[in-house]
């Protein structure tokens, strides 16, 4: 049973820094794995998708890898905003039959 | 409009109601999903649908039901709500294949009291 795991659960850092968060899954035989944002009480936004043949994904301050056979992520967010506030949440779809496995996020606090 | 949209945003109910909480999306998807989410659990699979005779349980089944009127369409209905069902409700869709993206509706806050 595929497990993915996010570290840390929360995350505090000042205006303009660079920071990563991490995401581990313990089974590499996946097709994909997707970084989602979602702010208190709200839906989920898609940020990033890597395939499994990918290495990275890149959208305007996000940088998002992939280490399969490790069964690592990182997503990488460049000169933080008090807006990049949120929890981030990664999801990876697998050999079973369509569905994802998620994990439990890390909520990111950005400090103006 | 929203691509996968859910109704109602908000409900609070009884325990021991029946209640149905509605998915639509405009993608074209065959797969839709519904997920639950609770504060420290993440968020878990109920049920799943590939086409309209094709549904199948998830993880956390039990006390839900489903229907799949058409392809744009997926129910989840709770037959006697009970407090423990208090949580965020999300829809997701996704295309053909399993390498596709998952979309997500903005989530039903459902209130069981």
């Known amino acids: 049973k595929q497990e993915v795991t996010q570290i840390p659960a929360a995350l505090s850092v000042p205006e303009g820094e660079n920071l990563v968060l991490n995401c581990s899954f313990t089974d590499s035989a996946i097709y994909n794995l997707q970084w989602f944002r979602q702010d208190p009480g709200k839906g989920l936004t898609s940020l990033l998708l890597?395939?499994?043949?990918?290495r990275e994904q890149t959208s305007g301050r996000l940088n998002a890898s992939l280490d399969k056979s490790s069964g690592r992520s990182t997503l990488y967010i460049a000169a933080s905003q008090p807006g990049d506030s949120a929890t981030y949440l990664c999801?990876?779809?697998?050999?079973?039959?369509?569905?994802?496995?998620f994990g439990d996020g890390t909520t990111l606090t950005v400090k103006p | 409009d929203a691509d996968v949209t859910q109704t109602p945003r908000n409900r609070i109910t009884k325990t021991g109601k029946r209640i149905m909480l509605e998915c639509s999306q405009t993608k074209g998807h065959d797969r839709m999903y519904w997920y639950r989410q609770d504060p420290g659990l993440g968020l878990r699979l109920i049920y799943y649908?590939?086409?309209?005779?094709?549904?199948n349980k998830g993880e956390i089944s039990d006390g839900y039901s489903v229907s799949r009127q058409a392809q744009a369409k997926f129910s989840l209905s709770l037959e006697s709500a009970i407090p423990n069902q208090t949580a965020l409700y999300f829809c997701?869709?996704?295309?053909?294949?399993?390498?596709?993206?998952?979309?997500f509706g903005n989530g039903t806050r459902l209130t069981v009291t």
């Open positions: 999801a990876v779809s697998g050999t079973n039959a369509g569905k994802s496995t």
């Open positions: 649908s590939f086409d309209v005779k094709d549904i």
């Open positions: 890597i395939q499994s043949s990918q």
């Open positions: 997701a869709t996704r295309g053909a294949y399993d390498n596709s993206p998952l979309h």
